[in-house]
């Protein structure tokens, strides 16, 4: 009788002990390379802000570029502003000195000493053949005039003796004559007023009459500042006109023996009659009397003088 064969067989476990290992290992390599990994994904997350962040470096350096350029270029425009400012400054340094000079040669040559009452107005005068009337007391054939007159603060004390004046002096004119007024102040710098508009002459119709007595009544209004006489002598002789009438109650801002060498030197070829009028307390005022004095003793005008 044969025996059973009672021997089990063992199956091989190698493959499963492979496969157990591999897993094993692969979990460990995991395991040790897992923080890696996820710094490489957060890297990767931050790269589309990085380069935003450097494009935004790149505009900013371009932007910093062109800004530098222009501090440039305006460093080198302020530069050559300053050159040309030290030149504009030496030449009114040099031109301030010559006047200065001027000034002083001036005010060393001596003055004529004149009478300081001033010719009275002649209420009674009758005009020879070869007057035309009598302003105020003075003596002309001119046929066109331009009045000057001061309206610096001082004047405002005599604002109605200026009107009555002024009106006095456009009551005989008619439209045979020519006229233009021509109001003068300082604030600081000279400032002119005139009528007409422009730097010329208005035939003396009733109607211009008319506008040229309200233009000085809103002079009266106006009175402020200094007394820059030379630049309202200098803008009269300007006019095509035979006479300037100058009235004031002060003493210019310019210095006087200045003006009156500057002025007639100027009119030498144009051959106007320059008239004065002081206004006010001119008694009280021996350097406007004796300015207006010679000014219209130099320029074939006459010097009256008119008081409250």
Known sequence: MRRPNREFTVFSISAIDLFASALGAFILLVMLLFPYYRNAGERNTHAPRAADILQQRQETAGELINLLATRDDSARELEQLEAANRSIEEQ??????????????????????????????????????????????????????????????????????????????????????????????????????????????????????????????????????????????????EYQSDAIILLSDGAPDTNPNYIIQEITNRNRAKHKEIHTVAIGDYTQNRTLVMFMQMLAEQNNGDFVGVSR
Request: glycine share 4%; aromatic share 6%; no cysteine.
């Open 92 to 237: 009114l340094t040099r031109q301030r000195s010559l006047a200065r000079d001027l000034e002083k040669k001036l005010a060393a040559e001596p003055v004529a000493e004149r009478v300081e009452e001033p010719v009275p107005v002649d209420d009674s005068f009758v005009p020879t053949a070869d007057q035309e009337f009598s302003i105020l007391g003075i003596a002309t054939a001119a046929k066109s005039f331009v009045l000057v007159i001061d309206m610096s603060g001082s004047m405002m004390a005599y604002s109605d003796l200026m009107l009555s004046s002024v009106l006095e002096m456009l009551e005989p004119l008619d439209e045979s004559n020519q006229v233009a007024i021509l109001g003068y102040q300082g604030e600081p710098s000279p400032v002119l007023w005139n009528y007409p508009d422009r730097n010329t002459l208005m035939p003396a119709t009733p109607e211009n009459l008319r506008q040229a007595r309200e233009f000085t009544l809103g002079l009266t209004r106006r009175f402020a500042g200094s007394t820059p006489t030379h630049a309202a002598l200098t803008a009269a002789l």
